[in-house]
């Protein structure tokens, strides 16, 4: 089972830049999906980017596309959402999660992913 940590969050100005960290241990990295979540105070956890396990593929929240990046390091076992423009709403607990894939699909729904970091706080102060 591939375990994974969160790094990297914390507080930004708007407009600012933050970038994020999901180090994954105890699996071959290169044949897990990877994705990023986040959960606002009283909100569901909400999808907001996802990359395939070569990096091929990526697809995001229509409200943060042009603005966040998703990217991995298979080499390094770690994945990454820069995170530009930043917005007093994109304020969350944002989680990093994986799943096992055969082919090249992103997911998009919670329920496709098996395992979860415990999450990293960001907050965007306007």
């Known amino acids: 089972h591939v375990q994974l940590v969160e790094s990297g969050g914390g507080l930004g100005q708007a407009g600012n830049s933050l970038r994020l960290s999901c180090a994954a241990s105890?699996?071959?990295?290169?044949?897990?999906?990877m994705g990023w979540f986040r959960q606002a105070s009283g909100k569901e956890r909400e999808f907001v980017a996802a990359?395939?396990?070569?990096?091929?593929?990526?697809r995001y929240l229509d409200s943060v596309k042009g603005r966040f990046t998703i990217s991995r390091d298979n080499a390094k076992n770690t994945g990454y959402l820069q995170m530009n423009s930043l917005k007093s709403e994109d304020t969350a607990v944002y989680y990093c999660?994986?799943?096992?894939?055969?082919?090249?699909?992103?997911?998009?729904?919670?329920?496709?992913?098996?395992?979860w970091g415990q999450g990293t706080q960001v907050t965007v102060s306007s």
């Open positions: 990359i395939s396990r070569l990096g091929g593929f990526t």
């Open positions: 999660a994986a799943v096992w894939k055969v082919g090249g699909g992103a997911p998009t729904k919670r329920d496709e992913y098996d395992y």
């Open positions: 105890g699996g071959t990295f290169c044949h897990y999906a």
